[in-house]
């Protein structure tokens, strides 16, 4: 598949934009992931805990594979503990129970393997070297993975970490007006897995919060925008999630959810929308990436995208039963179109 370039591939350092991808899958315990990751891109294996590795010294940087449960994990705090000023037995009786502690957590570790997902996190890669990266998950594929369609209970997804352009207030907003009329789109293109849709990990924004952002009459500051972000999304759960990218940008926000454990600030999107399709032949990262690259083309045609503002709160804000109608004869449009 030919890779999409975005209307800007460089950062505001003039460097080549970087882009993080996550997957999560079933049916390859860390340990042979591990090792699939280090075939192909070569590294150093670092064992952290039995259930959690790390490749190191690629040319990318380093990839992290793990069970995605922290129960599966010895507890890092407990394992930082300070105990030098203790007496030699109470230093002992700490040892012991770390050692029961980490014990404890290999055998969860062992139990729930295949049930919940093996989780590679990739280093972030150049976006024009992302071909290079998708031979990970034909590797992947050859050697049994299981995504998202295998399984009711597979939930899992493919997460998006674009660097981005810049930080200024104007570009920010742009890419949320792109994102939030390319959604639907996306949804369909990427035909969301139901039970990804009925978990929440990836709920859609509200209309309340689309209205607010695609009116042309906001011009908010980048203190307003991320406000007025955290207060119609108050959630880490969302497909596009702004959460790090805020948290980088205005480290001393009073938020809570910016001072999360689970937000680690990073100047990128977090776009966690689509599935982790490893059974579709040739499916991998470019293939998110070039519809992610859409959302990027349309925040930068700024007359389109103010067209499609307008466009967006002019349908909205018309009365209900006209937009009943539209969209009972949308949907005839289609039945028909399927009898064809």
């Known amino acids: ?94 040892q012991h129970r770390l050692e029961f502690h980490r014990k404890t957590r290999e055998l969860i570790g062992d139990m729930v393997t295949g049930l919940v997902p093996t989780e590679i996190v990739c280093p972030p890669v150049p976006w024009d070297e992302l071909p290079d990266l998708d031979s990970l998950f034909e590797a992947l594929r050859t050697h049994g993975a299981k995504g998202t369609d295998a399984s009711l209970l597979y939930g899992f997804g493919l997460h998006l970490n674009p660097e981005i352009e810049r930080a200024d207030v104007d570009y920010l907003l742009a890419m949320l007006r792109a994102y939030l009329l390319l959604a639907s789109w996306l949804r369909d293109e990427i035909k969301v897995d139901i039970t990804r849709e009925v978990l929440p990990h990836a709920n859609p924004f509200p209309k309340e919060y689309a209205l607010k952002v695609l009116d042309r009459e906001y011009t908010p ?57 490893l059974s579709e032949p040739h499916w991998g990262a470019v293939t998110e990436w070039n519809r992610w690259a859409a959302v990027e083309h349309l925040a930068a045609a700024e007359a389109s995208l103010s067209a499609r503002c307008d466009d967006y709160i002019a349908l909205h804000n018309r009365p209900w039963f006209m937009r009943m109608t539209s969209r009972i004869k949308c949907w005839w449009h289609g039945r028909s179109a399927t009898k064809r």
Do not use: C
Request: charged residues 30%; negative net charge; without cysteine.
């Open 221 to 277: 500051d980048l203190d307003t925008l991320i406000d007025d972000y955290l207060h119609y999304n108050p959630t880490r759960n969302r497909e596009l999630d702004m959460l790090p990218l805020f948290a980088y940008l205005r480290p001393d926000h009073p938020h809570k959810l910016l001072h999360s454990e689970l937000t680690k600030p990073r100047p990128t999107f977090h776009y966690r929308l689509p599935n982790a399709q």
């Open 1 to 94: 598949m030919t890779l999409d370039a975005p209307p800007n591939g460089r950062n505001a350092k003039g460097e080549t934009r970087r882009v993080g991808v996550e997957i999560e899958f079933a049916g390859l315990p860390p340990r042979d992931t591990a090792q699939i990751v280090r075939e192909l891109f070569g590294g150093e294996l670092n064992v952290v805990s039995p259930h959690r590795l790390l490749v190191e010294g690629t040319r990318w940087g380093e990839f992290g594979i793990e069970l995605d449960t922290q129960y599966a994990h010895p507890d890092k705090a407990l394992l930082e503990e300070g105990h030098e000023q203790d007496s030699e037995w109470m230093r002992q009786q700490h």
